[in-house]
C-alpha cells in the first residue's frame, strides 16, 4: 500500500510540475508579445510557407488569427454544448418531443452561426492577400469551413 501512495504522490508532482511549466511559458509567450500558443501554431508558418507571406502580410494574418482565436472558441463552447444536450434527448427519449426538437433547432442554428463566422474571418484573411496568394489559401481552406461531408449521401470519393 505505500508503494502506491509512493507512486500517487509522485504522479500528482509530475502533474503539478507539468501545469507550473505550461502556466510559465504561456506567461512568458505573452511577455514577449508573441500572442498565446495558437497564434504561432504550425499552420501559420505553413500559410507562410505555402503562400510566401511577406513580412507584413504575415503580421496581419496572425493578428487576424489572434483577434478570431476567442470567438472560435466560444463557438466551440456552444457547439460542445449543444452536441451534450441532443445526447442527452437521445439517449432518454425514443420520439422526438418539443424540447428536443428545439435541441436539434438550437443546434443547426449554432452550426450555421459558427460557419459564417468562419467563412468571413476566411474571406477577411483572403482580402489581406495578393489576388493569386488569396485564390490558394481559399481553395485549401474553404473545403474545411464548407465541410459537407455531414451530408453528402454516398462515400466522400464520389464526385
Not at 509530475?14 to 498565446?36: D, P, Q, V, Y
Not at 495578393?130 to 462515400?155: C, H, I, V, W
Amino acid at each position: 500500500m505505500k508503494k502506491g501512495s509512493v507512486i500517487l504522490v509522485f504522479a500528482l508532482l509530475a502533474g503539478l510540475f507539468a501545469f507550473c511549466t505550461m502556466r510559465w511559458h504561456k506567461a512568458a509567450e505573452n511577455s514577449h508579445g508573441e500572442g498565446i500558443a495558437l497564434d504561432v501554431m504550425p499552420e501559420l508558418t505553413w500559410l507562410r510557407n505555402e503562400l510566401n507571406l511577406t513580412e507584413a502580410q504575415f503580421v496581419k494574418v496572425r493578428k487576424l488569427h489572434a483577434s478570431y482565436r476567442p470567438k472560435c472558441t466560444e463557438m466551440c463552447r456552444r457547439i460542445s454544448e449543444a452536441h451534450e444536450r441532443i445526447e442527452g434527448f437521445a439517449a432518454a427519449h425514443r420520439v422526438i418531443t418539443p424540447e428536443y426538437k428545439a435541441a436539434l433547432n438550437g443546434h443547426a442554428s449554432i452550426h450555421v452561426e459558427c460557419q459564417e463566422a468562419m467563412l468571413n474571418h476566411l474571406y477577411e484573411t483572403a482580402a489581406t492577400l495578393n489576388p493569386e496568394q488569396s485564390k490558394r489559401y481559399l481553395e485549401a481552406m474553404l473545403p474545411f469551413a464548407l465541410d459537407f461531408t455531414y451530408s453528402e449521401s454516398g462515400t466522400l470519393y464520389a464526385r
